[in-house]
């Protein structure tokens, strides 16, 4: 990733999310909370999850897994995001601008196949409950896991290798608050043709494969839950499926509206702001979503500062 043998760019100037000095402060408080939020909330459900060993069944190795995703996730571009609010010049490094673009990725990608992974899991626990045990072994989720590693680490690598071959020259101003892949390709003097066929394969691939067979997914349990003759047992099934659609909704749909969206459908401004969606309130929210709307998780805590207490 050294820039000597690809670009004559040594370092890029982030643009951020807005140029008016009034506002600065002001979005330094609020993302601040916000990632304080996600480190506490994700950092919190880990460590009930691991204390309580009613937690630990295959839902709640994914939610762990998922949470720290969240936080490693958020962690690759807010801390340099923050400094830049306060900062005169926003600069960022050449390697630094690469490395970040390659764990936002890498995170990025592994939680749409976690999630993936997680909608899987309520398909087997409500259409096939007396196969569970076995369906859902830990070797099996370990597998899970590891697959939605391997997927994100070559979807990365595919980003990351074309982005390295590209040729920056005397444009370094990236419109965007963090190293991206649309703003990166919108400054190179060489051509982006192989990059942007790269990009819409590679970024269809790691949204439709996920959404459709999370689709496909709740499609059969929707079928089971309609089955049940009981209120009580359709309630209850639905209430286990509930904070994994919301969280499924939130960052696939944000995910989809930035990068499936053409270039010349809106500007890169609207872009980035619409992306704070899924990098920053995503993130944040995952955690209250499994906490606020699961029974077991309240418990848990419960539970947990009880203990403390003692």
Known sequence: MTPGNTSFVTEFILKGLTDQPD??????????????????????????????????????????????????????????????????????????????????????????????????????????PLMYNSAMSPKVCSSLMLGSYVMALSGDMAFTLCMVSLTFCDANTINHYMCDIVPLL???????????????????????????????????????????????????????????????????????????MPSSAGSMDQRKISSVFYTNVVPMMNPLIYSLRNKDVKLAMRKTLSRMKF
């Open 23 to 128: 506002l600065q402060l002001l979005l330094f408080l609020l993302f601040l909370v916000m990632y304080m939020v996600c480190m506490v909330g994700n950092l919190g459900l880990i460590i009930l999850i691991v204390l309580n060993s009613h937690l630990h069944t295959p839902m709640y190795f994914f939610l762990c897994n998922l949470s720290i995703i969240d936080m490693c996730y958020s962690s690759a571009f807010t801390p340099k995001m923050l400094i830049n609010f306060i900062s005169k010049r926003n600069i960022i490094s050449y390697p630094g601008c690469m490395t970040q673009l390659f764990f936002f990725c890498f995170f990025g990608i592994s939680e749409c196949y976690v999630l993936t992974s997680m909608a899987y899991d309520r398909y087997v626990a409500i259409c096939n």
């Open 186 to 260: 919108q400054l190179s003097c060489t051509s982006t043709y192989v990059n942007d066929l790269v990009d819409f394969v590679v970024t269809g691939i790691n949204i439709i494969v996920p959404t459709v067979t999370i689709f496909v997914s709740y499609g059969y349990i929707l079928a089971s839950i309609l089955r049940i003759s009981s209120a009580g047992g359709r309630s209850k099934a639905f209430s286990t499926c509930s904070s994994h659609i919301i969280a499924v909704s939130l960052f696939f749909g944000s995910a989809a509206f930035v990068y499936l």
